[in-house]
T-cell receptor, first 112, second 112 residues
């Protein structure tokens, strides 16, 4: 059973606008949440993370929001750029620090 | 250059023929892990290792073995591959306690 879910397989956004990628989880015992970006024929690369004790983390154009009561996190990219076009995976770490659970990914296309 | 390397990058084999996919990292990371990526399922953790000689099962360990005799290497062994192990495999590593992982470029395995 998928413990981390990304319900939108794809998203298209105009360059310069905001991209919002969403992720839901079921296990309240996760202590860290992460977003990875993946280009074709490459491994995922770390983008941004957030601890379960926070509700927002910002890094340049990327902001992750965590809503623990709703078991929901989102990644905001502002402004979106064509180079942001990639598959984005949401991931969560168990509070034992050992295991990781990934979503199914959202393919983002930023249209110039 | 800090990196995780995997070999081979592509492999086509037949059912039952034992194979090993190697993974090596040069960052002195304690934690290493193997994932498989399948359409509609995202990345799923196969095995992980907290340090030399310490390994444990992830979410989908059936049909796989691992070993961690040296800190830098974490090979994935398929003793009797089956067609349902056809997948894209990623190795990853991180410092203990940190959630962000560095991923290798992936190994595309086809079992006929």
């Amino acid at each position: 059973d998928q413990q981390v879910k990304q319900n939108s397989p794809s998203l298209s956004v105009q360059e310069g606008r905001i991209s919002i990628l969403n992720c839901d989880y079921t296990n309240s015992m996760f202590d860290y949440f992460l977003w990875y970006k993946k280009y074709p024929a490459e491994g995922p690369t770390f983008l941004i993370s957030i601890s379960s004790i926070k509700d927002k983390n910002e890094d340049g154009r990327f902001t992750v929001f965590l809503n623990k009561s709703a078991k929901h996190l989102s990644l905001h990219i502002v402004p979106s750029q064509p180079g942001d076009s990639a598959v984005y995976f949401c991931a969560a770490r168990s509070n034992t620090g050992n295991q990781f659970y990934f979503g199914t990914g959202t393919s983002l296309t930023v249209i110039p | 250059e800090a990196q995780v390397t995997q070999n081979p990058r592509y492999l086509i084999t037949v059912t039952g023929k034992k194979l090993t996919v190697t993974c090596s990292q040069n960052m002195n990371h304690e934690y290493m892990s193997w994932y498989r990526q399948d359409p509609g399922l995202g990345l799923r953790q196969i095995y992980y290792s907290m340090n030399v000689e310490v390994t444990d099962k992830g979410d989908v360990p059936e049909g796989y073995k691992v070993s961690r005799k040296e800190k830098r290497n974490f090979p994935l062994i398929l003793e009797s591959p089956s067609p349902n192990q056809t997948s894209l495999y990623f190795c990853a590593s991180s410092l203990m306690g940190l959630a962000e992982q560095f991923f290798g470029p992936g190994t595309r395995l086809t079992v006929l």
